[in-house]
């Protein structure tokens, strides 16, 4: 469980931000050559899913610490 603002995620060719406090990318620490694996999930809940997208896409790092 966490809690968190989606932050969307940021275009590499423009530079600007996409989804916005609606979808949260977080990058997941596989990759393959030059692209990654990331994660989304919806502000709402309805959208989750997993891809392979380029690693200029500037999406967010989730730090995890065990406790």
Do not use: H, N
Request: hydrophobic share 35%; glycine share 14%.
């Amino acid at each position: 469980l966490f809690s968190g603002v989606p932050g969307g995620w940021r275009r590499f060719g423009t530079g600007a931000f996409q989804y916005e406090s609606q979808k949260g990318y977080i990058w997941t620490s596989s990759s393959i050559t030059t692209s990654g694996w990331y994660r989304y999930l919806s502000y709402d809940g309805v959208g989750f899913s997993s891809a392979a997208d380029p690693k200029a896409l500037g999406m967010s790092v989730r730090l995890m610490r065990d406790v």
